[in-house]
Structure formats: structure tokens, C-alpha cells
């Protein structure tokens, strides 16, 4: 029961303080921009910081109850979004990057 | 000529660093303290030192090896330190605990909602929603109580600064300044008080201004509006910084983006401020207030609680000629960042003494410890020979002499409260009535309410009090049985006195000796009843 309760507390800790911020750091830095350790600091006080907000919003806005299954929800949510937003910036990098070689192509033909 | 002259000041500068370092270190020591201001020390190194700094040729720093090992050697000992006054001790340091526990757990009690109309007034003043509603989604999810958050959350979060410190002082300075900054941070007495006080709200609100200073400089405009929003909901010190800074680098950078970020952080803060908008609004005119009081009769009013500039230089002696430096650096190379109006800002609120001033030292000490890296980054350590090595001397110096205080103080520190004392806390939860109210005196009075899950009647403090100053003082002082039963039988239910035998804490116990009082408790701590009409 301890162990289960030690490995709630300390995914559980990760899942709120930590994977949402670090899903968000992508948004405002690519992978390449800034270094682990700017990486850590960001992904803890980003967590911090959107939890609060994104709960306390919910709540006001459409009187959402804060039990465990919106509260999964809403930290998923933060990290889907985080992660759609990236793929949707990679693919669009990648259609431009394909329309530059197809161009680049034309022209050398 | 000139020439000749400016090195023989670099010298000079370089001698007197030793001479400063090694009286300021037997000062620490308490070995020998010579009857000299000391902080003359401050203003004539910033001085011999504007020659070499004027002469600094910009330089491209080389990358440092052992970065991230040196970081994370800093933050495990932060992270000691803190954690030192809790081995072999349940309870938490400081007058806050019982708050936060109060607070954290009416929140964790009245989920699924989020309890903003019910709260007393005293918890939307002294209370932003953020910290609150964060203890609610990790209890729900990583199974934290309030107990934990206080003792072990804190801490970590205190040591985990020296992260966003490094990143800050590494992107505008270079990584050894970086490195030096996270290592005054570490040893900081000031920070480490903090801790012992348990600002929790501080050391967050901390987080996301250097988070959004280093938004603000790397001109990612969203990071900044959700740290700024962050500020507005966990800490509003930090938020008023942070606001002040913005407006001296709007002026001077007339970015767009700055504009849609405030407009987004208004946005985003709305829904957490509209229920409190007339405390808030209360509070924002009582600061302004206070501040024209305090230009105009100069008597310090409203300064919070925490320990005063005299103590602060004292304590940060070692580090505060290279925080001038620092900044005097900036001034000369026309480098005017968010870090120096930071400096700035904060210096005037404290030493005009306009309001909070007591706790915006701890913010002033954050800009301190940067400006103090960069001082002795570019004045000691970026050259070669006799002054890297004089400076490495320096360096040593200056971390014994600035950590010896801090690690006297984690060693000695001890709760306000003694276990047993506690017990006699807990005992009033597991026994009285869950009608009953606690009287408790101020010092005894968050324990009480954190830990007795009761109704505390307390001087100046909480809901429940009817009474004014004067009223308190009589009861005090009286020694007459009725006059103690009409100041209690006015509350609906039966009241139990709570006072714990610690030095400085008054309550007058004459006046409950008799019938009317009977003594239920007596370990540590005493607890007389008062059974009501009933």
C-alpha cells in the first residue's frame, strides 16, 4: 500500500508539475533552442503556473467540478494541445520545406 | 598617465577585496570586529572598481564544462539545507504553517468546488486562489495533504529556484555568472529565512518572475503573459515588481508584444480577481497610501514582516560591494535590462521605505545576488593571472563568510511551537465539541486553527473575533472570573482557552482559576473549558 501510494505521489507530483509545463516548453522553445536545464526550469514553473489557471478557468467558466476524472482531463488536455500545436508547426515546416525543393527543383531544370 | 593611474586603482580594487573579504569573514566568525562602518566597504570598491570597468573589453565567454553537475550539487544542497531543521522534527517551521494548513485544507474540503464566496475575508486578503487550487489538483491526483505540500513541496521549490536563477543570469551574463548567482543563492541567509518563515506564496511568486524576466529579455510574449498571470494569482508583491519593471522597458523598447501580453495577463487573471476585485482594489489603494504616508512623515509604516534593512546588510555584507558593481557595470556599458530596473525598482520601495518594504527585501536580495555574480564575474574572475587567482581567493571568502550565518541559523532554528505543546492542540480536536470554539493568544492562535479544526477566537485574527484592541487588552489584564465569563459567553457554544507555556506569550491564567473554568488539559501546554450557558 505504501509502495502504491509512493509511486501516486510521485507520478501523480510529475503528471501536475512537471509533464505540462515540459509539453508546453516546445511551444516557445524547439528542441534545439535552449538546454536541459532551461528546459527543467521552464516545464516547473510552466506546470505551476497553467494548472492553476486552467482548473480555476474551467470552474468559472462552465462550473466544472474539480474531481479526479476533470482534473486528468484538464492536465491531458494542457499536454494534447501543447502536442498538437507542435506537430501542427513541424508539418507546416515540413510542407514549406517541400515546396522549397520542389521550387529549387523547377528551377534547375 | 591616465593609464598608470588606472591600473594603480585596479590594484588597489584588488587588495581591498581581500582586506573587505577577510575582515568580513572574521566578522562572521565574530573573531574580530572592528569598530568601522562597514558598509563604507560597498561604496569605495563600486568606486575603485569603475576604472576597470570601464576599461572591460566585451568578451565571448566559452562554454563551462560541469554545468549542469555544479547546478545540481547547488540545488541538492539548497535543497539540504532546507530540509536540515526537519530531521527528527514533525513540525513546521515558522508563524505561517497553521495558515497554509487551514486554508489548503478548506479548499480540500469543499472540492468538487473551489470555495470563493464562503472564504473570510482575511483568506482573499492574505490568500490568492493559485497556491490553493494547485494543492487541490495535486491532492486529487498525486494524493498530497497540506502537511506534505508544507514540509516537503516548499522546500524543493525553495532549492528548485536556483534553476530559473541560472537561466536568467546565464542568458543576459554568461554561465559563470550563472553559476555564481545559484551559488549566493544557495547560501543566502536571507533566502534561507524566507524558509524558516515559510513564505510559501514568495518562493513561487519568485519562480514566475524570473521566469517572466527571462520571457520578458527573450521576447516570447505568451511565456510572458502566463508567468505575469501566474504572479497576479500565487503572489501580488511579485506582480507589482513585475508590473513597475515593465514600464520602464516599454519606454524603452516599445514592443508590441508587451502590450497583448498585459491585455492577455488581464484576461487570464479576471475570473480569479473579479470575486475579490474590492479587496484587491482595497489593498492597491491602502499600499498607495501607505506610501504617501510614508514620503511624507518618513515613519516606515506597513513594512510586513520580515527582518529589516539593517539586518539585510549585515547579513549580505560579503556579496553587496559586487552587487553595486554589477550594477554600476550595467549603468557604464548602457546595458539597461530588466535586471537592473529590477534592482532599481526595488531598492526604491525599500530604502524610501514606501510599503511592504520589510518583504521586498527578499526580492531585492533576488536582483542582488544577480548583479553581485556579474560584479565578481567581470571584475575578478574573467582576467588572467594574479586576478583569477586573487579572485578565486575572494570567492572563497565570500562563500564562508556568506554561508557560515545560514548554516548556523539551519542548525539552530527550531519551530515556535514543541511537540507536546502540539499534542495538547490535537488533543482539543479529538476531544471537544465540534460546536466549540478555541481562545488562543496571537502566538498560539495559527497552530490552533491549523490543527484543532475548531473556530479560533484570537486578537486581531480571523472571522470569529468581535472584540477590538482595547477589549482584548482588559481581558488580558483582568484577573476576575466574570469579567473572563462575559468576554466568552457571547460565542454560541462552549469555549475552550488554549495557551502554551512558551516565553513572551501572555494570556493572564488568574482569571480562569474557579468554577466557572475548568482546567482539561495541562502538558505543555494548558486548556481550560468554558461550558457556555448550557
Not at chain 2, 563568510?401 to 532554528?413: E, G, H, M, N
Request: charged share 15%.
Amino acid at each position: 500500500m505504501a509502495i502504491l501510494d509512493g509511486m501516486r505521489l510521485f507520478f501523480g507530483g510529475l503528471f501536475v508539475i512537471f509533464v505540462p509545463g515540459f509539453a508546453w516548453s516546445y511551444i516557445f522553445f524547439a528542441r534545439k533552442n535552449i538546454d536541459w536545464i532551461e528546459r527543467i526550469a521552464l516545464s516547473f514553473g510552466l506546470s505551476i503556473a497553467l494548472i492553476p489557471l486552467s482548473v480555476f478557468w474551467l470552474n468559472w467558466l462552465f462550473n466544472m467540478k474539480i474531481n479526479l476524472l476533470n482534473t486528468s482531463l484538464t492536465v491531458c488536455g494542457l499536454i494534447i494541445i501543447a502536442i498538437v500545436y507542435i506537430l501542427a508547426k513541424r508539418s507546416s515546416r515540413t510542407k514549406y520545406a517541400a515546396n522549397r525543393l520542389k521550387s529549387i527543383f523547377r528551377r534547375s531544370r | 598617465m591616465m593609464e598608470k593611474v588606472a591600473r594603480i586603482i585596479e590594484l588597489s580594487y584588488l587588495e581591498l577585496v581581500v582586506i573587505f573579504l577577510i575582515l568580513t569573514l572574521l566578522k562572521a566568525l565574530n573573531t574580530i570586529v572592528l569598530p568601522i562602518n562597514y558598509l563604507l566597504f560597498p561604496v569605495i570598491l563600486a568606486l575603485l572598481a569603475i576604472p576597470l570597468l570601464l576599461r572591460l573589453k566585451p568578451y565571448e565567454e566559452k562554454r563551462l564544462p560541469f554545468v549542469p553537475i555544479i547546478l545540481m550539487v547547488t540545488f541538492m544542497f539548497a535543497f539540504g539545507v532546507r530540509m536540515l531543521p526537519l530531521a527528527g522534527n514533525t513540525i513546521p517551521l515558522g508563524y505561517d504553517p497553521g495558515f497554509y494548513k487551514y486554508a489548503m485544507e478548506l479548499y480540500i474540503n469543499t472540492l468538487p468546488q473551489i470555495p470563493e464566496a464562503g472564504l473570510a475575508d482575511w483568506i482573499k486578503e492574505m490568500y490568492p486562489q493559485g497556491l490553493f487550487v494547485l494543492s487541490d489538483a495535486l491532492h486529487i491526483l498525486a494524493g498530497t495533504d497540506a502537511m506534505m505540500l508544507i514540509k516537503y513541496f516548499f522546500p524543493f521549490i525553495g532549492a528548485l529556484l536556483v534553476f530559473p536563477l541560472f537561466v536568467v543570469a546565464s542568458s543576459l551574463f554568461g554561465q559563470r555568472a550563472g553559476i555564481i548567482a545559484c551559488v549566493l543563492y544557495a547560501i543566502s541567509y536571507t533566502q534561507f529565512n524566507v524558509f524558516t518563515m515559510l513564505y510559501f506564496k514568495n518562493v513561487l511568486g519568485l519562480l514566475f518572475l524570473l521566469l517572466g524576466i527571462h520571457a520578458l529579455e527573450k521576447k516570447k510574449d505568451l511565456l510572458m503573459t502566463v508567468m505575469f498571470a501566474a504572479m497576479g494569482i500565487f503572489h501580488r508583491p511579485e506582480f507589482l515588481l513585475f508590473a513597475l519593471i515593465l514600464i520602464p522597458y516599454f519606454i524603452l523598447h516599445r514592443r508590441k508584444g508587451m502590450v497583448l501580453s498585459v491585455v492577455g495577463t488581464a484576461i487570464l487573471i479576471l475570473p480569479f480577481w473579479i470575486p475579490r476585485w474590492e479587496i484587491n482594489m482595497a489593498m492597491l489603494s491602502g499600499v498607495l497610501n501607505t506610501a504617501v504616508t510614508n514620503i511624507q512623515t518618513g515613519e516606515g509604516l506597513g513594512g510586513g514582516t520580515f527582518f529589516s534593512l539593517d539586518i539585510y546588510t549585515k547579513v549580505s555584507l560579503a556579496y553587496l560591494p559586487f552587487a553595486i558593481i554589477g550594477a554600476t557595470y550595467l549603468v557604464i556599458k548602457r546595458n539597461l535590462n530588466s535586471i537592473l530596473f529590477y534592482f532599481v525598482i526595488s531598492s526604491i520601495i525599500v530604502l524610501c521605505q514606501l510599503f511592504f518594504f520589510k518583504r521586498f527585501i527578499i526580492l531585492l536580495d533576488i536582483s542582488i545576488v544577480i548583479l553581485a555574480a556579474v560584479g565578481i564575474n567581470y571584475t575578478l574572475l574573467h582576467r588572467s593571472g594574479i586576478w583569477k587567482i586573487t579572485g578565486i581567493v575572494a570567492g572563497i571568502l565570500l562563500l564562508v563568510s556568506t554561508a557560515l550565518p545560514t548554516i548556523t541559523l539551519a542548525k539552530d532554528v527550531r519551530p515556535l511551537i514543541r511537540e507536546d505543546q502540539l499534542e495538547a492542540v490535537v488533543w482539543i480536536r479529538e476531544n471537544a465539541e465540534d460546536n466549540a470554539y478555541v481562545l488562543a493568544t496571537s502566538n498560539d492562535a495559527p497552530w490552533v486553527l491549523g490543527w484543532s479544526g475548531r473556530r479560533t477566537i484570537a486578537p486581531g485574527l480571523f472571522e470569529w473575533n468581535i472584540y477590538n484592541k482595547d477589549e482584548w487588552i482588559n481581558f488580558f489584564k483582568t484577573k476576575d472570573p466574570e469579567v473572563a465569563k462575559e468576554f466568552l459567553e457571547v460565542y454560541d457554544g462552549p469555549v475552550y482557552i488554549y495557551y502554551s507555556k512558551t516565553f513572551g506569550n501572555y494570556l493572564g491564567l488568574e482569571k480562569f482559576q474557579g468554577d466557572i473554568f475548568r482546567k482539561v488539559y495541562d502538558n505543555g501546554a494548558v486548556v481550560y473549558k468554558y461550558d457556555g450557558d448550557g
